[in-house]
């Protein structure tokens, strides 16, 4: 399964771009369903990506990160916890 990894975060921080945190997660990780809302403050991140690490790198850049969830979606679909 490729881009097994559901990504989930929210970024803390002050003047905040949706659009660049967009396109920068996708230039430090490649993946695909990728979400960035929120305002100036606030933005919630889900991707699904096998590199969730470059995502938090990056994300860590911008502000604090937290509310955090890596969800395997290969062993969920194996009726495994994920």
Do not use: S
Not at 22 to 37: E, Q, R
């Amino acid at each position: 399964m490729q881009n097994r990894f559901d990504t989930q975060l929210l970024i803390e921080g002050h003047d905040l771009d949706e659009d660049a945190i967009h396109d920068g997660i996708l230039n430090c990780a490649a993946g695909d369903c990728l979400l960035v809302v929120g305002d100036e403050d606030l933005i919630k991140v889900h991707y699904h990506t096998d590199t969730p690490w470059k995502v938090l790198e990056y994300a860590a850049t911008l502000g604090d990160i937290h509310t955090i969830i890596i969800e395997n979606m290969e062993r969920q679909a194996n009726g495994l916890h994920g």
